[in-house]
C-alpha cells in the first residue's frame, strides 16, 4: 500500500484529532469545565479506538469511531450554539459546570491580549478570597475562541467521517474478495 491511501489519511486525520481534543481537555481543565472535559476524554478514546482499528484492519472499530464523530459534531455544534447564544442558550450559566460550579471558560480571562485586572470587594461579610475580576483589551473575545476551537473539531470530525467510510468500505471489499 502507497503513503496516500485512505488508510494512511484516516490515520493522519486521527492524529490531528488526538491533538486538537488533547488541547481542548487541558484549557477546559484548567477553566474546570465538567461537561466538555467528559466530552473529550470521550473524543480522546474513541479517536485512539479509531486508529487502532485502521491500523489493525478492525472496521467495527472504525463504524464505532464514525458513529461517535457523528454525536461529536453534534456536540460541537451545541457548544457553538452555546457560547452564540443561539437559541435562548446563555454563556452565562452554569451548564458546562454541571451547575457544580461558578468556573467560565480559561479563555474568559487568558485570552490573547486580555488584562486581568483583581479588584477587592470592598463589603464587609464577603468573604476575602472572593474576587471581582475585570477583563479588558482582548484581541478576540474568549466566545469565539471557543466557536473556532469547535469549528475545528467539526472540520476534522467530517473529514475523519468521510475517510473512515471510504476505509470501512475498502476493509469489506477485502474481506469479500478473501472468502473466495
Keep these: 500500500?502507497?503513503?496516500?491511501?485512505?488508510?494512511?489519511?484516516?490515520?493522519?486525520l486521527c492524529s490531528l484529532q488526538l491533538l486538537?481534543?488533547?488541547?481542548?481537555?487541558?484549557?477546559?481543565?484548567?477553566?474546570?469545565?465538567?461537561?466538555?472535559?467528559?466530552?473529550?476524554?470521550?473524543?480522546?478514546?474513541v479517536v485512539i479506538l479509531g486508529l487502532f482499528g485502521t491500523i489493525q484492519f478492525r472496521p467495527r472499530?472504525?463504524?464505532?469511531?464514525?458513529?461517535?464523530?457523528a454525536l461529536w459534531v453534534t456536540w460541537n455544534v451545541f457548544i457553538i450554539c452555546f457560547y452564540l447564544e443561539v437559541g435562548g442558550l446563555?454563556?452565562?450559566?452554569?451548564?458546562?459546570?454541571?451547575?457544580?460550579?461558578?468556573?467560565?471558560?480559561?479563555w474568559r480571562e487568558h485570552g490573547p491580549g486580555c488584562i486581568r485586572r483583581v479588584v477587592r470587594p470592598s463589603a464587609p461579610g464577603i468573604l476575602d478570597d472572593y474576587s471581582y475580576v475585570s477583563v479588558t483589551g482582548c484581541i478576540i473575545d474568549f466566545?469565539?475562541?471557543?466557536?473556532?476551537?469547535?469549528?475545528i473539531?467539526?472540520?476534522?470530525?467530517?473529514?475523519?467521517?468521510?475517510?473512515?467510510?471510504?476505509?470501512i468500505s475498502i476493509f469489506?471489499?477485502?474481506?469479500?474478495?478473501?472468502?473466495?
Design 153 to 167: 473539531q467539526i472540520l476534522l470530525s467530517l473529514i475523519g467521517f468521510v475517510y473512515a467510510c471510504y476505509v
Design 61 to 69: 472499530y472504525i463504524v464505532v469511531y464514525t458513529v461517535w464523530t
Design 20 to 45: 486538537a481534543a488533547l488541547e481542548r481537555q487541558i484549557f477546559d481543565f484548567l477553566g474546570f469545565q465538567w461537561a466538555p472535559i467528559l466530552g473529550n476524554f470521550l473524543q480522546i478514546i
Design 90 to 106: 446563555s454563556k452565562e450559566t452554569d451548564l458546562m459546570t454541571f451547575n457544580i460550579s461558578m468556573h467560565r471558560s480559561w
Design 1 to 12: 500500500m502507497g503513503c496516500c491511501t485512505g488508510r494512511c489519511t484516516l490515520i493522519f
Design 143 to 151: 466566545q469565539y475562541l471557543e466557536v473556532i476551537h469547535s469549528a
Design 172 to 180: 469489506m471489499e477485502e474481506e469479500d474478495s478473501c472468502k473466495y
